[in-house]
């Protein structure tokens, strides 16, 4: 008869610290070194340098004084994240799912995450041959439409982060120059919208516009991608007011206060 598989020191050590996170949940104030060791068994040595790890990437925190423990606000960032996520996705779902009806081709909706951006939507063409991908996937910002109508309307620290920073090659089209990128994105600000002529896959095209917060921040995208062969680059440029328009009503939705006259400026072109 088989053993039961037992779980790897790695992972043991992953769940004693969720449960060191749901111990200091359970309670309204601060927890001792004591306290947290008694409730989740285990030897104090452990225990401790399990806190000191997740102080250090701020999801406990130390009292300097008395040296008790509690949640970090890391924990409130991350919650925060989450709930802005979901909600952007049940607001932008019907504009992505517009945009698929208008065009016949597949939608995508991307946030911001850190240097990158992160696939958390999309509405899939109702033809035989559509663009694939995968939800949770992440992609660089200098090269794809959806990634680089987020880059262009980032902060300028932010922006000439990622632009010095490693800017990979995935086709022949892919703009690897931190020169020709920083020229390109000053289009792509003009512009509104962002074009993606097969630099992140060979084949495929597509134009995204930004989605702003109600501070003004780029903090998603919304795209049209198609396979080259069916969509040209008129495609994108008839695409573009769309997507534009489509990503000044989720931003309005989010409370970007500028969407009101941007909207109305698009409106009547």
């Known amino acids: 008869m088989p053993r039961p598989r037992t779980n790897p020191p790695k992972v043991k050590t992953l769940e004693k610290g969720l449960q060191l996170l749901l111990s200091l949940s359970g309670v309204s104030g601060e927890m001792t070194l004591g306290e947290i060791t008694t409730t989740v068994r285990g030897h104090p040595s452990t225990i401790y340098r399990l806190l000191a790890a997740l102080e250090k990437f701020g999801f406990v925190r130390r009292d300097p004084h008395t040296g008790r423990f509690s949640l970090g606000l890391r924990l409130a960032e991350l919650g925060h994240l989450a709930l802005e996520r979901i909600e952007l996705r049940m607001i932008a779902r019907p504009v992505l799912q517009r945009l698929m009806e208008e065009t016949a081709e597949t939608i995508h909706l991307m946030v911001l995450d850190g240097d990158t951006g992160i696939y958390i939507d999309r509405v899939e063409s109702p033809q035989r041959v ?39 090659r995935f086709t022949a089209n892919t703009i690897t120059s931190a020169a020709t990128l920083r020229r390109h994105l000053v289009e792509v600000k003009s512009r509104g919208v962002a ?60 409370g970007f206060r500028s969407a009101g006259v941007a909207l109305q400026a698009t409106s009547s072109r």
């Open 130 to 168: 559509r663009v694939a991908s995968s939800l949770g996937a992440r992609q660089s910002l200098h090269c794809s439409g959806v990634g680089k109508a987020m880059l262009a309307f980032l902060d300028e620290e932010k922006r000439n982060h990622i632009i010095t920073g490693r800017l990979p």
């Open 195 to 254: 074009f993606d002529d097969c630099e992140v896959e060979e084949g495929v095209r597509c134009v995204g516009a930004p989605i702003f917060d109600h501070t003004g921040q780029a903090v998603a995208s919304i795209s049209i991608s198609g396979p080259a062969y069916r969509v040209d680059l008129q495609d994108l440029k008839t695409w573009s007011p769309l997507v534009r328009q489509a990503g000044l009503e989720v931003s309005a939705a989010l």
